[in-house]
């Protein structure tokens, strides 16, 4: 068994990684940026070393730095949760050629899984068939639209060697043809320095089902279930469930066998994920992740199996603990991703910031999978994931109440969280009924009325910034929950800096969705400010973008919030603002 594992992550999913190690009678090793260095998963280990730097690019993703702590801790093994390292080959060899196990797939796997082209092909050699279409790179237009008439209308032109959606393109008739590829291939080339694209049906309606896969150096593999991840918005997961909403169990059976013939395609070891849409009962390969998934948590609910200790079992060389026969999925699970953003009217704004109070869920199939605790700060610099509440229930509708009764339940203040969001979602007929598809957050569920979370929501008028606190009152015995909106300052509570130290919001904050504002525009959260998109003297319009702030890495369009001359830029690239800063003058 490995003796000491560094955990190369910080947030939720190193906590969740030190848990496992602690189980096993694993020795852990935390690393820290200068911001992280009280944060949770630093408290937890049974030894901390600091890395220094703000960013994950001077801390958490500097090989050298790592591997010089790898040394001094004595660590034999990473664990590099997701993200950062998870699926960087060239970590992954540079450890491993100093004797250090790397806990997930050999670099070989990464690599073939690692763009669509060549995981395409490999899911194609293995009996695993993509989404119709071609897997030559496109060399015109006209090839598209050779493929739209035999085919039928829409097609996707997708980005070779790209990911994420990006540079995907819908084309619903030959005449959007050439548009929408050289879109495609201006975008790709952008984003991926590569613009080879190529073509498939494009399907209306589809779910995303993925299939976990766990594979030990033995050359045993098996499948573990599906994860419905179809609740999205922008490509950021926010609700997921095992097993899938009506999803019959011959099309299980045999998507859990399509996904171990690709890992097995690739030589995979350790936990992986194959992922598929899902439209009309067919399904179609899509990508497989080489890592450990955020959602892994339903996974484990549903089956009882720990999967990070099976990784570091898997990566001691044991073989799998468990055969395919002896998997027994029961009930249901849904994990909910807590983030720390205003979801208020659809936006999902960041809003890093102190947490004056976590106080999670609890009870009988309720599980809280944190990053931060009470007093903790969310930084801009890092994703925002505060937490995943996750819940087991026997059956679907046991598990929606479940998790609704749960999100009722947690306390979060000092920071907005899209637990207003997930609550929608979870209430909706469509979500219960299962009818939901990837386009449906976007598409049909309507969040305008969505309403901020406590400190979240702009002071009103000139007045003094106001909090929302949430009082239990006792009227003729009978308790009832009531919410009063009180000036910052009056409720201060230890740990928190005063009222008067913090920046004044100015009237009309909320970057240009209020009407007629002050001409001071402000910034609605803290940041980093990349691009003034204006200069003093020139006029500018309502709702204008007059500057970019980059906060928790989403780039943020600040607006002119009424019609003028810009008489003051308080700003340049590079500068931290806070929240409620003027950074621009109108006049
Ligand atoms: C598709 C599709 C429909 N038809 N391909 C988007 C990200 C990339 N990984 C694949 N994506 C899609 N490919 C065809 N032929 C719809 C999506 C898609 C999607 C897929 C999975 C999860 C969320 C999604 C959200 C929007 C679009």
């Given amino acids: 068994m490995l003796n000491k594992v560094l955990i190369a992550n910080r947030g939720e999913i190193a906590v969740r990684v030190i848990r496992a190690c602690r189980e096993l009678g694993v020795a852990t090793v935390a690393v820290y940026s200068d911001l992280d260095r009280d944060a949770l998963h630093v408290r937890l280990a049974e030894e901390a070393y600091a890395l220094g730097g703000q960013t994950a ?10 591997l010089d702590v790898i040394e001094r801790s ?12 998870s699926e960087n080959t060239d970590f992954a060899r540079a450890i491993t050629a100093k004797g250090v ?6 670099p070989e796997a990464i690599e073939v899984m690692g763009d669509k082209v060549s995981s395409r092909k490999a899911a194609e050699a293995a009996g695993v068939e993509g989404v119709p279409g071609t897997t030559q790179f496109l060399q015109g237009a006209d090839k598209v639209v050779e493929f739209g008439e035999a085919n039928g209308w829409p097609v996707a032109i997708k980005a070779a060697f790209g990911g994420g959606g990006r540079g995907m393109r819908v084309v619903r008739s030959a005449d959007e043809a050439g548009d929408a590829f050289e879109s495609a291939r201006s975008e790709a080339l952008k984003g991926f320095g590569r613009d080879e694209c190529y073509v498939e049906r494009y399907l209306t309606w589809p779910r995303h089902v993925e299939m976990q896969v766990i594979a030990d150096s033995h050359g045993n593999c098996v499948w573990i279930g599906e994860r419905d991840c179809s609740a999205q918005r922008r490509h950021q997961k926010l609700v997921e469930e095992s097993p899938a909403p009506a999803f019959p169990d011959e099309i299980r059976q045999a998507m859990g066998e399509a996904a171990v013939r690709v890992a097995k395609a690739c030589g995979y070891v350790n936990a992986g994920t194959v992922e598929f849409l899902f439209q009309d009962g067919e399904f179609y390969f899509l990508e497989m992740n080489t890592r450990l998934q955020v959602e892994h948590p339903v996974t484990e609910m549903v089956s009882g199996i720990d999967l990070v200790a099976e990784q570091i079992r898997i990566a001691s060389g044991d073989p799998l603990s468990f055969g395919q026969d002896d998997i027994d999925l029961r009930g249901h699970a849904i994990e909910v991703r807590i983030n720390a953003e205003d979801p208020a009217g659809g936006r999902f704004l960041p809003s890093p910031g102190h947490i004056d109070l976590l106080t999670p869920a609890q009870g009988f199939g309720t599980r809280w999978d944190g990053g931060y605790e009470t007093g903790d700060d969310v930084s801009q610099f890092y994703d925002n994931l505060v937490g995943k509440l996750i819940v087991w229930g026997a059956d679907r509708d046991i598990a929606i109440r479940r998790m609704l009764r749960a999100l009722r339940e947690m306390r979060v203040e000092g920071i907005a969280t899209t637990i207003p969001a997930d609550i929608a979602i979870l209430e909706h007929a469509d979500f219960r009924e299962g009818k939901h ?5 976007e598409d049909t569920l309507d969040l305008s009325e969505v309403s901020a979370a406590p400190s979240a929501a702009p002071a009103d008028d000139d007045s003094e910034p106001k909090v929302r606190r949430d009082v239990d009152v006792e ?7 009531v919410s009063v909106w009180v000036p910052e300052f009056a409720t201060s509570v ?3 800096a005063p009222a008067a130290a913090r920046p004044r919001r100015a009237a009309g904050a909320g970057g240009g969705a209020t009407a007629a504002g002050s001409g001071a525009v402000v910034v609605p959260m803290q940041g980093t400010i990349v691009k003034i998109l204006v200069e003093v003297g020139q006029a500018v319009e309502a709702g204008q973008t007059v500057c970019v702030l980059e906060a928790m890495k989403m780039e943020n369009n600040i607006t002119a919030d009424k019609a003028g001359t810009v008489s003051d830029v308080k700003v340049s690239p590079g500068d931290s603002v806070g929240s409620g800063d003027v950074v621009i003058i109108i006049e």
């Fill in 101 to 106: 196990v790397f806990i997930g797939p050999p």
């Fill in 437 to 441: 598809s990837t386009r449906w957050v």
């Fill in 57 to 66: 690019a001077e801390s958490y993703l500097n090989t050298d730095l790592i």
């Fill in 475 to 481: 009227v003729n015995g009978k308790r009832f929950s």
């Fill in 74 to 85: 004595g660590a034999d093994a990473v664990h590099p949760g997701y993200g950062f390292f």
């Fill in 494 to 496: 230890a740990g928190r």
